[in-house]
């Protein structure tokens, strides 16, 4: 077998740890929902497409220890969420079939640079420059669905004992199921990529020194604390 010959020695593959096992789930594409569950200036509207944009695997860290602070903002925010891991790759995947796609499940953290997202929003610009940044997506251990099934629980944010998110899985404008069929739709999902499902209302700022516990019913808890502004 000949060694390939790269111009430098790429990184390490990103991977997460999956819960009772010394094994690891590589991490491929980090897809990612906006505005899934009803906010309180949504009640009563008709649901619209969902909105889909993405973070690099590099952003995925383990939810332990500190949460990097990231520079150029004033508004640092805090999104818990459902990761669905997917397992198998397919295209165009029905609805009906879209739960046997996926492998296993974890608590995941949005991090969000919020005013630099507003501006995004106003300006009609992508939201990388709020959303894309050195640990802006730990998560969990992944419970895979042979043991634990999929959930149907509630999802929490506790910030410094306060909670500031509450709400149950089922209130997913979209589902796991429709937002596996519609990505798979645009582009093919492959084994190792996390989808990560939207995060429901009471979305706020972090400040250094914070300690930020939350979790999924069934699924996983994480605590961590934020670090001092670079």
Known sequence: MTMTDYVFTPDVPVTLPVAG??????????????????????????????VFFMKPASNV????GEVQYPTQTEDFAHEIE????????????????????VWGYAAGLDLTRRDVQRQAKEQGLPWEGA????????????????????PAGELWLNVNGQERQRDSLDNQIWSVSEVISRISQAIPLRAGDLIMTGSPAGVDTLHPGDLINAGIDGIGQLEMRVGPRP
């Open 21 to 50: 096992s010394q094994q690891r789930f590589p991490v491929g594409r980090v897809f990612c929902v906006g505005r899934n569950y009803p906010w309180p200036d949504s009640q009563g509207q008709a649901r619209k497409p969902p």
């Open 131 to 150: 959303k894309v940044f050195d640990g802006a997506a730990p998560m969990t251990a992944i419970v895979p669905v042979s043991r634990a099934g999929h």
């Open 61 to 64: 860290i383990d939810a332990t």
């Open 82 to 101: 459902l990761v669905v891991a997917i397992g198998e790759s397919g295209a165009n995947i029905p609805e009906s079939e879209a739960l046997a796609h």
